[in-house]
């Protein structure tokens, strides 16, 4: 390509470029969704053939050369061809590697994925499901039982933690050809994260809810010893309802499980979101929602096609995890369906994974909100009303036990990545006693941390989830003081409106902290969580 080069051109790039490129991407999505609903070797197979083939593709060291000259030329100008340009660029980056390290990259991720999607804990020579792990760690007050649940789910660790490190190292190989330090490092950068920024925010926090955080949890456990019937130095990790303590487990206070047994998940979701004005019925249509034999047990959203073909996958029982979860996902789904369907395919998609995330997390708070207990389960007025104040402390516990959570894995993670020879196991347990204030279980020296699927599959993905909650409440306060005035969003069409036009329509097309401060006034500022959650 000669110096001279213009935008026409660019965009002649772009168009033989996508001609290509998003008949596969539909494809490849295609297939990642058979092979995450049916667990079957053959869809796994066809899914990385297909992954890998992607990756080829944006592994061209031609098309990459012309990227480069695109962007040194400056001749790019026009706002929307220039964040394409800028979005590709960095796409490409990361993946110039030689096809051989693809092939072997696509070949240990897909196998893990299968792994997970097919592990079924054994308990007493029984395969179970998670829903029943979670059961067990919900109502089972004996503590040998839920210890032998609680170590049996761990097992999936142990399957995979081999395979993770040669994953994680491997990605640090790429990584380091490409110029970055390692695997984090890059993919934040490359998915417009400062770093120092990221972790900067974490630590200020970290230091701000260390004494709420405590005094929360000192309370808690004083709650879950008398429950167990235990001191409670004797207190484990078992004795708390997620695996990973990444949720409120149930002690004496509201048990919201019992306001959703009986209900059918799917109805409440689509009246909650018919009353902020968004529609579902046609993503819950082409969703799997159900658990079964051989299906991912996880859950999570998918835009197909950018134009319209977007599902979600979940596990529904008539609970309130479930209840949040699926809130949650269709926060995704809302997202991906109302993005400016006149944006270039690039930009049809949103402004980052924290933000999406963010839009999810403010919907999934919903089934803890007392508004939402009466207008959509259907609870009587009074009885939500004097539910209202624990519900508020439950979502407060719950938000300083995950936001804790979130930074154990953030933590970790880029310890991981910057140095994988190290002791991880010991690394997992001196992270999760610092932030979460868990005791380890003596004498247990089991890579505990590689049962978390993300650190595996979704790689640098879990600050997203933290900065996405700090999001969320920044979206909160603005919507509950500027655009309508009122306690919460439930059954407010305003609400509805203002993600639609604000958040959801510029898609891509802004830098998240740009379309951010556009929407509520400001860039992200994490006081707004402090003030809804710490303070």
């Not at 590697?97 to 308990?123: C, H, K, P």
């Not at 009353?275 to 047990?297: A, F, M, N, P």
């Not at 029982?317 to 400016?340: F, I, Q």
Request: with cysteine.
């Amino acid at each position: 390509m000669e110096k001279g080069v213009t935008e026409k051109e660019f965009a002649a790039f772009l168009q033989e470029f996508e001609a290509q490129a998003i008949p596969l991407q539909i494809e490849m999505a295609n297939a990642r969704w058979l092979s995450q609903t049916t667990g079957r070797p053959e869809d796994f197979q066809k899914s990385g053939a297909l992954s890998a083939k992607h990756m080829k593709m944006m592994s061209d060291r031609a098309a990459f050369q012309k990227l480069v000259q695109f962007r040194e030329t400056g001749a790019v100008q026009e706002p929307l061809a220039a964040r394409q340009l800028d979005m590709l660029y960095r796409n490409f980056l990361r993946n110039q590697v030689d096809d051989q390290t693809i092939a072997e990259l696509v070949q240990r991720q897909t196998e893990i994925s299968g792994d997970f999607v097919n592990f079924r804990t054994e308990l007493n020579g029984e395969k179970v499901s998670d829903n029943v792990i979670r059961d067990i760690l919900d109502e089972e007050t004996d503590s040998a039982v839920r210890q032998q649940a609680w170590e049996a789910s761990k097992k999936i660790g142990e399957l995979v933690a081999e395979k993770v490190i040669t994953l994680v190292k491997l990605r640090n190989r790429i990584a380091r050809q490409l110029g970055f330090s390692d695997f984090y490092c890059m993919s934040l950068t490359l998915s417009e994260l400062d770093v120092p920024e990221v972790f900067g925010i974490f630590d200020e926090f970290k230091k701000l809810s260390d004494q709420p955080f405590a005094d929360a949890k000192k309370n808690l456990d004083r709650q879950l010893a008398q429950r167990f019937g235990i001191d409670m130095t004797q207190l484990r990790p078992w004795h708390y309802s997620d695996p990973f303590f990444q949720e409120a487990p149930k002690t004496g206070g509201v048990d919201l499980d019992s306001y959703y047994r009986g209900h059918n998940l799917e109805e409440l979701a689509v009246r909650y979101y018919d009353g902020i004005g968004l529609e579902v019925r046609d993503i819950l249509k082409r969703s799997d929602l159900y658990e079964r034999e051989g299906k991912c047990q996880h859950a999570f959203c998918t835009d197909v096609d950018r134009q319209g073909d977007i599902r979600i996958l979940a596990n529904l029982r008539p609970d309130a995890k479930w209840m949040t979860t699926l809130l949650h996902e269709l926060g995704h789904a809302v997202y991906d369906k109302y993005v400016d369907s006149n944006l270039p395919h690039r930009l049809r998609t949103a402004a980052h994974t924290l933000t999406t995330e963010a839009v999810a997390q403010l919907n999934g708070r919903m089934s803890q909100d007392a508004v939402f207990l009466h207008e959509i389960v259907g609870l009587e007025r009074d009885e939500a009303q004097a539910l209202a104040e624990k519900l508020q402390q439950n979502l407060q516990l719950s938000q300083l036990i995950f936001a804790r959570w979130g930074m154990t894995v953030a933590y970790f993670e880029r310890s991981m990545y910057s140095n994988p020879d190290q002791d991880l196991n010991r690394l997992w347990w001196d992270l999760v006693e610092e932030i979460q204030l868990l005791t380890r279980p003596e004498g247990r020296h089991q890579p505990d941390w590689a049962a978390k699927i993300h650190l595996a599959n979704f790689p640098a993905y879990y600050q997203n989830y933290v900065l996405g909650e700090m999001t969320a409440s920044q979206l909160w306060a603005h919507l509950t003081t500027k655009v309508m005035q009122a306690p919460s969003i439930v059954g407010q069409p305003a609400a509805g409106k203002f993600l639609i036009e604000q958040v959801f329509r510029p898609g891509a097309r802004y830098h998240w902290n740009e379309m951010l401060q556009k929407a509520t006034g400001e860039k992200l500022n994490p006081a707004h969580y402090l003030k809804q959650f710490v303070s």
